[in-house]
């Protein structure tokens, strides 16, 4: 199999969450391709870093933000590029999660199921760009 | 598509969750779910039945935080029952499991909450 890329760009909208998730879980072949188990990673991935981006990289709301699938014969990868303010998720401390409750709070969980769940998680500044890249390995075929 | 059912028990709420806790229908079943709390107007308890729960995200995890604060104080739990698959792994990594209980089957479940 040929490695291919296809990328399209969405309004940064909660709305538009559904149409994410259709472009690269059905569009793209994640269903096809990766076990049931991986794509309910890839989708609870798509789901964080959908949320992240349309509720803090833009000051005015809604920006812009662009899907890129990479499809190789090890891995399916998806990259989010958004034009709002440089933030890198990776940057910031995990959660600890072994606190009770009355010191937990829900933030940084969303990230750190991304990271547990991804086999990569990369973020890069390209120009004007947040571009994170999650990669998801492809089962070897018998 | 996400769905739940409120049944007002002794004890407290047995509530069973269906399809996605997700962004979308996560501040829905918080609202539900608090409106429950103050409707009660006593220490309550919360069986939250996740056998047919499909997916959860962050999100669902926040609305679950908010609820299990809100009961701490009189000594109301959040029991969580039959989770499997993404939705374990989602409670698992988050640690979540380690400040609700959690139990094996939902006869447990009420066995904690001391409805049998």
Redesign the interface.
Known sequence: MESTVRERTFPAS?DC?GGFRAFILEENGAEERLPP?RV??L??AI??IV?NICSYAYETPPGKLTIRVEESPEAFAVEFLDNGVAFDPLEVDEPD??????E???GG??I??VR??MDEVHYSRKGTLNSLRIVVKTPRER | MFEMKIAVESWGRDVSLTGRLDAGSAPDFEKEAIAAVDAAGESVHFVLDFTNLEYISSAGLRSILVLAKRLAPSGGKVVLCGMSGVVEEVIGVSGFDSFLPVAGSRGDALRIVGAV
Do not use: S, W
């Not at chain 1, 999660?97 to 009355?102: K, Q």
């Open positions: 909660l969450l188990k309910a990673h989708d609870v789901e964080e949320v999660v072994t606190r009770p409750l009355e937990r709070d829900a969980l969303g750190l199921l547990r769940m």
